[in-house]
């Protein structure tokens, strides 16, 4: 929904308008399939009408789905945008809360795969173990990439325990990153994100207009990757779309620092226009990145 401002508590706003469309991994999944490389989402789908609309979308968008459905369907998600374009989110949990690690012990992983697995699924007891427990015994000829996001407080500290010593890449945004270094803070005084990674394990902090910033392993000097400039119009899964840009360019054999680059120009392009939807094409990431020049896609 987008609104002129955020009501005050107990107060009201009406809605200047409002749309309904997919987003979360689904963003993200599209996102790395238009960049040209295979992608399979392992989050479970229902059978309730959500689940089917999403399933369908995503075979279009020419993405696999490895799990099979459940009774039920996933959940939504509320957002409301204001004017400048920041917003906030409220969730529901559907299916894609119960994953199942017997199913996703099955998947067959291949040599150079990137699995990325976004906190925002582990906010339940039973997802949280689930997928941690899963993540943690990845072989090691895959890359794994955990994204914090939003939902962070709501995510048990075990899971993060358990998933982030394997985790080779941890993406966050800067609010993402401040309440994830509390919440390890309070329950394990003087411990920060890092302490319960590995020193070879790579760090993105998104910073909004500023890009983002690398840090290669625990001693390396910290890179700042310069944003593209783009008109605000919707912040609505940005950071969904950055972390697909960057896995798909690890997909296509570059290095971390370009890959994340390429991530900064496809939030350029997600900005741009209102919603996630559609993605940027990987013809648009590369000429954002050949002229320096963003353009609404709408158009």
Known sequence: MHIAYMPERGGSVHADAASSRPGGGFTTLCAAAAMGVPAAAASPLGTGPNSFAVRQQLVEAGVDVLTPELVGDIGVVIQLIVEDGSMRSVVTAGVES????????????????????????MTSAHSASEL????????????????????????????????????DIVTMNSREAAALGSTLDAHRHGSTIRSYMRADAATVRRVGERGCE?????????????????????????????????????????????????????????????????????????????????TNILR
């Not at 899963?134 to 358990?162: G, K, M, N, Y």
Request: hydrophobic content about 50%.
């Open 98 to 121: 119960e994953p199942s690690r017997d199913t996703l012990e099955h998947i067959k992983l291949r040599e150079g795969d990137v699995i990325h697995v976004a906190a925002s699924d």
């Open 214 to 294: 690398l840090q290669l392993h625990a001693d390396a000097p910290v890179i700042s990757i310069p944003a593209f400039d783009a008109r605000i119009a919707d912040t609505a899964g940005v950071g969904d779309t950055h972390i697909a840009e960057m896995c798909a360019g690890l997909l296509l054999g570059y290095d971390l620092e370009t890959a994340c680059l390429m991530a900064n120009a496809g939030a350029a392009l997600a900005i741009s226009h209102e919603s996630a939807l559609p993605v940027p094409t990987r013809d648009q990431v590369e000429n954002v990145l050949e002229t320096g020049v963003v």
């Open 132 to 167: 941690s427990e899963w993540a943690s015994s990845l072989p090691p000829f895959v890359t794994l990439v955990v994204s914090v996001s939003p939902a962070v407080a709501q995510v048990p500290v075990e899971a993060w325990e358990t998933i982030f010593p394997r985790a």
